[in-house]
């Protein structure tokens, strides 16, 4: 595959960007993997952006909003963004996307998040008037999303990037381990400095040499913690980190026996000693889970840390023995390897045997979709709303629907979970998710193992390089 449609490249070598995937796609209406989420949300532009601090929706293509009533939203949009093509921004634009994502026809991945939407209409070129079929609190953050061309928004899948964009960046080449991204004028954000090669480098020593070597000036979570202290320093390397608003866990599939007894689930829990593998592992660099929404996150209610205590394991497996060996999957990452078998062990210490089984990240989702496995080491990397929640544990989100890959169904969880993405006080809506985490805490749907820091690796020319909450890369696009 290639892209090659924008002017020639400025002479300086562009800013290389080290990652440890090919993007999936490009068309922002089907990217779910986390490198084309960020890819995509470098070419393309949203309404809001999140703020990279805070995770509060900020106007972006938008210059403001009301809310006309409880159901109904009003959007003005700035008068002064072009697509690449040149082709001005409208509200016909805005209105044919958020019409888009929610055909069937067009089959994107992220129909379930504009499912709350009736209707968009025009209210003349620059604004948008969004209303509900329901009440909904997270419109705002919905309308993160990417707005493309009317005339594009109903198109064939298109993975090669050639989708018009308002992001900083446009599409000069993607092929097979390399998107060449270059400075677009008009876009939603000031032009970029530098062009912006994004290296797909998938052994983690290779990308550590290439960091040190000064052939890459950036990379984002793709060194593991214990490799950090041998190259900060080195080749004028600076390593800066932050916490991230993300959740690793381990979902438990509830159709395989005995996982759907909460007694195996609590002890399972019980077994893992999160502040060693946080220590140890990542460095200090992840910080042990209380609970599913990590502190970086606004509704995050602070709980005692999950309790490491073998003897209680070994208690609670007595009233519901495990006799057959679990599967334990992760992905090929090393680090995921490396946390996945020091788990299998722990649990082993109570009497649950596991076998660790790494999978390419394509076999592994199909196998966790289709419900082929007992327990499996995720992320979350993008907690940028607990709504997200209800696409990992609502009982209408089995896929291919959502993410509820552990066929949770939780009556009282569900409620609550719609409570709280109807409820717009935030407040309330607090004190939802504190009774929501209370009831993960008795059941253990899911467990929650720790909360991972957003570490970035920079040389001399990403030095202002710092990465947001929840690991976007639009910092690029400021560096001088």
């Known amino acids: ?42 070419i393309h532009a949203g309404l809001v ?31 002064d963004v072009r697509f690449h093509s040149g082709a001005p921004l409208r509200a016909g634009d805005v209105a044919a996307t958020l019409r888009a994502l929610a055909s069937p026809t067009v089959g994107s991945r992220h129909a379930s998040v504009v499912e709350a939407i009736e209707e968009a209409s025009e209210d003349g070129d620059l604004r948008v008037v969004v209303r509900l079929a329901h009440a909904h609190a997270t419109l705002l953050t919905d309308l993160e999303l990417p707005v493309l061309r009317a005339d594009q928004a109903f198109s064939p899948p298109t993975p090669d990037g050639t989708l018009d964009g308002l992001g900083p960046y446009a599409v000069a080449r993607f092929e097979r381990g390399e998107v060449l991204l270059v400075p677009a004028e008009g876009g939603a954000l000031p032009r970029p400095a530098h062009a912006v090669s994004l290296r797909t480098v998938h052994d983690e020593n290779a990308r550590a040499l290439r960091l040190q070597a000064g052939r890459a000036d950036v990379g984002l979570n793709v060194v593991s913690p214990m490799l950090l202290p041998a190259l900060e320093g080195r080749s004028g390397l600076e390593v800066v980190s932050r916490p991230g608003a993300n959740l690793t866990y381990i979902v438990v599939q509830h159709e395989r026996s005995p996982l759907g007894d909460s007694r195996i689930r609590q002890a399972l829990s019980l077994a893992v000693d999160r502040e060693t593998i946080a220590k140890t592992l990542f460095d200090g660099r992840a910080h042990p889970a209380g609970g599913l929404i990590a502190p970086a996150n606004w509704a995050h209610i602070e709980t005692p840390r999950l309790a490491f205590d073998p003897p209680a394991a070994r208690k609670l497996l007595a009233g ?101 993405e109807q409820t717009a006080e935030p407040e309330a809506r607090r004190q939802i998710y504190a009774r929501f985490e209370a009831r993960e805490r008795e059941t253990m749907h899911i467990l929650p193992l720790w909360y991972e820091d957003q570490v970035a690796i920079t040389g001399p020319r990403a030095r202002t390089f710092i990465p947001s909450a929840e690991g976007r890369w639009l910092g690029l696009a400021s560096i001088p």
């Open 1 to 42: 595959m290639g892209c090659a449609r924008h002017g020639p490249l400025a002479a300086a070598r562009p800013l290389e960007m080290i990652v440890a995937n090919d993007p999936e796609t490009l068309d922002p209406r089907f990217a779910t993997d986390a490198v084309g989420l960020r890819v995509t949300r470098l």
């Open 49 to 79: 952006r999140l703020d990279p601090d805070t995770l509060d929706p900020r106007p972006y293509l938008a210059s403001g909003w009301r809310w006309v009533d409880s159901r109904t939203l009003a959007v003005d949009l700035r008068s």
């Open 320 to 420: 519901g023995a495990v006799e057959r060996r679990l599967t334990l999957l992760a992905s090929t990452d090393r680090l995921r390897g490396d946390v996945a078998r020091f788990v299998a062990q722990e649990f082993g210490d109570v009497g649950v045997l596991a076998d660790v089984v790494q999978l390419e990240l394509g076999t592994m989702i199909a196998r966790l979709n289709a419900g082929d496995f007992d327990l499996a080491l995720l992320t979350i990397p993008e907690m940028t709303e607990p709504n997200v929640l209800r696409h990992f544990l609502h009982g209408s989100f089995v896929p291919p629907k959502g993410a509820n890959r552990g066929r949770v169904h939780d009556a009282a969880l569900d409620m609550l979970l719609d409570e709280g």
